[in-house]
């Protein structure tokens, strides 16, 4: 039996299921024990032993009625997007240039937008499998005031993990060496994760300062993943950051198979 | 299989492939022989259906690369020049993983890894990790790669390049026994004895054109002596340069090619011509008489040799 081609791009992608499963079948001890064991840290160090200091007014803490239970969702956010940024990175790196696996899965039937279909598939599954560990940790410390908010910030995560997922694996698409990571991670990630309102309210930030944490897609995530644990779900403002995160996914979407064609279709 | 006309290929305003003519028939075996950067790469790219073409016709199995891409990638196999295989898969993963792409069923895929790691004589290394194999392993494993879903034609762009000798006649032997079994090859070199033992056909290619066509044996025969006798002397004979040492012995021979080392000497009998040069009072200090090759061809019709 010869080979076909797939009927449709999510069929194509779906070929490739079994490429992700090998990859995740060696490394997935690794992983496990991280997305346990962090997410434990830093909710016992920043949300118990710092929380500990801070006199929690739920009127300055945008509801919350502990420290805790304010940085809790921050965390789950910021831990969505630092697995995507582990996933759309240096492994994106390595597959266009380092082991050039997307030139073998094109030489296949299937084409630049599948491959970046199934590994956004991917990102998605491990997201899904970390931020389902965080939220199990997180649960036994009663984080939690809405059990329904909790399980709708699910969902949430994997939203926001696309809405990073494809801008930044377009970026790495495009690089011709993996140097600018470092500076990605130092003056993206790092400054993402400190000031888009995972740690404290952004209406402490004054001015330009607050309107920039409120342009970033982590800011959103974190803010409705936050009305959804703390059971104040605001309809509208829901709405934007569902839409903003929507925007971003496609936008992103478009540029990284864009990118990665030109690199690779010559 | 192949059908190429006014074939080209640009990279902005240069032109890998300028135009040219290709017919591959069911069964055959053909090559493209050609120095780095003749557009061997770019044509094969292009007949792989992963580069578009930039003018001309290409059909492939009969279908356009430009339309039907996916059908046709589903159709042949590809062995690139460079490696593109999983290091940190095992070595029967990386068959296992790749049949899946063409959509081919697990166990059908399974059964068909163990066939071919078998043919490439890589069993006793299914489960090791690529990354502990040999370069000729590697290629092994990429050449079974590339047969997984039974390709009705197979594309080898330089099988053989980077390989030590006794790894490259390992290769040469699987590919000849696929050959052999009526697989269509069609395959890129630039060593002229890769392409002399496994073309039936072949065209050489020079500057993103095509300079000859033919079987390498009526290539030889069209296009060089029955053999060559190379004349090697000490740096630079009682001040003579190459060029006064050939003008010296140019009627002994129907064509004397001057090297930077040595001067070829294209003639029927190479032991006679060898003996004429002594005669003369010439002292080489190295000769060797041997039969023609497309080597001899390219250097004929381009005025280069193949590899520098």
């Known amino acids: 039996m010869t080979g076909t081609a797939p009927t449709n791009p999510f069929a194509g992608a779906a070929r490739l299921t079994d490429y992700w499963a090998t990859v995740y079948r060696r490394t997935w001890k690794g992983s496990a024990v991280s997305s346990f064991v962090s997410p434990l840290f830093y909710v016992v160090a920043m949300g118990v032993l710092l929380g500990g200091f801070i006199d929690a007014d739920p009127d300055r803490l945008e509801g919350a009625t502990s420290y805790l239970a304010f940085i809790a969702p921050g965390l789950l956010a910021s831990q969505a997007m630092t697995t995507v940024f582990g996933e759309t990175t240096y492994p994106v790196m390595s597959m266009v240039k380092w082991q050039r696996t997307y030139y073998s899965m094109t030489a296949s039937p299937l084409s630049v937008g599948e491959v970046i279909l199934s590994q956004l598939g991917f990102v998605v599954v491990r997201v899904a499998m970390s931020c389902g560990v965080f939220l199990l940790v997180m649960a036994p410390f009663g984080v939690f005031t809405s059990w329904t908010g909790a399980l709708a910030a699910f969902p949430v995560q994997l939203l926001l993990a696309l809405a990073f997922a494809t801008p930044v694996l377009g970026l790495s698409a495009g690089l011709k060496d993996e140097s600018p990571f470092a500076l990605i991670y130092r003056l993206g990630l790092i400054p993402l994760f400190l000031f888009s309102g995972a740690f404290f309210p952004v209406a402490n930030l004054d001015g330009w300062m607050q309107v920039l944490a409120k342009a970033t897609p982590l800011w959103h995530g974190v803010d409705l993943t936050r009305m959804l644990t703390l059971g104040r779900l605001d309809w509208s403002m829901a709405a934007v950051h569902v839409l903003y995160l929507v925007a971003l996914a496609a936008l992103g979407w478009c540029w990284a198979v864009r990118r990665l064609t030109r690199r690779m279709v010559l | ?308």
Not at chain 2, 149 to 170: F, K, M, Y
């Open chain 2, 1 to 308: 299989m192949i059908l190429a006309s006014g074939l080209r290929k640009s990279f902005g305003s240069f032109e890998a492939v300028r135009g040219i003519d290709v017919d591959v028939r069911r069964g055959e075996s053909f090559g493209f022989l050609g120095p780095n950067g003749a557009g061997k790469s770019s044509t094969m790219r292009m007949v792989a259906a992963v580069s578009p073409v930039s003018g001309g016709t290409l059909r492939i199995l009969g279908l356009d690369p430009a339309t039907d891409g996916p059908e046709i990638r589903a159709r042949i196999g590809v062995c690139p020049q460079e490696d593109t295989l999983d290091t940190e898969l095992t070595v029967r993963d990386n068959l296992v993983v790749y049949g899946r792409y063409f959509g081919l069923p697990r166990a059908e895929v399974r059964e068909r890894a163990d066939e071919l790691l078998e043919f490439v004589q890589l069993t006793d290394k299914a489960g090791a990790k690529v990354e502990d194999l040999s370069g000729g392993m590697k290629r092994r494993l990429t050449i079974a790669r590339s047969l997984v879903n039974r390709p009705e034609l197979l594309l080898l762009d330089e099988p053989t390049t980077g390989l030590d000798p006794q790894a490259r006649h390992v290769v040469w032997d699987r590919l000849f026994r696929l050959k052999q079994q009526g697989v269509t090859l069609v395959l890129t070199t630039h060593y002229m004895d890769e392409a002399e033992q496994l073309t039936d056909r072949l065209v050489v290619m020079d500057k993103g054109l095509i300079v000859a066509e033919g079987s390498p044996l009526a290539l030889i025969a069209e296009h060089s002596t029955r053999e060559v006798a190379e004349l090697r002397f000490g740096v630079a004979e009682e001040g003579e340069s190459h060029e006064v040492l050939a003008r010296k012995v140019e009627d002994l021979a129907e064509r004397v090619e001057v090297l930077p080392d040595r001067l070829l000497l294209y003639t029927a009998d190479g032991e006679e011509t060898v003996a004429q040069v002594h005669e003369r009072g010439l002292t080489p200090v190295a000769t060797l008489v041997r039969r023609s090759t497309l080597e001899d061809v390219f250097l004929r019709l381009t005025g280069r040799t193949l590899v520098d």
